[in-house]
Nanobody, 124 residues
């Protein structure tokens, strides 16, 4: 059974940085792509960033390009999301998810395991 556990969320001010972590257990971590999604109150869950199993392929949603970086440490079975220059509109619950098959997708339906989420709140 695969388990994903996020951490690192919190309350910060606009312009600050946060690093989210997602620790995985079960399964073969480096065989699968991983992604971060977020969901703000009253909004649908949206794709934030994706990274391939080896870390070579990455994809970002336009609104976080040049501010967020996704990376992974396969020796630690952990994927990270470094978030810089945070904005109030980045406020959301952030989820990590596993891409259980080949190919990259921004759709949440393409991910088979999810963490419980970590709250990020950015004040203006």
């Amino acid at each position: 059974q695969v388990q994903l556990v996020e951490s690192g969320g919190g309350l910060v001010q606009a312009g600050d940085s946060l690093r989210l972590s997602c620790a995985a257990s079960g399964g073969s971590f480096n065989s699968f792509g991983m992604a971060w999604f977020r969901q703000a109150p009253g909004k649908e869950r949206e794709f934030v960033a994706y990274i391939g199993g080896s870390g070579g392929n990455t994809l970002y949603t336009e609104s976080v390009k040049d501010r967020f970086t996704i990376f992974r440490d396969n020796a630690k079975n952990t994927v990270y999301l470094q978030m810089n220059s945070l904005k109030p509109e980045d406020t959301a619950v952030y989820y990590c998810a596993r891409r259980g098959t080949i190919g990259i997708t921004r759709s949440s339906r393409g991910y088979d395991y999810w963490g419980q989420g970590t709250q990020v709140t950015v004040s203006s």
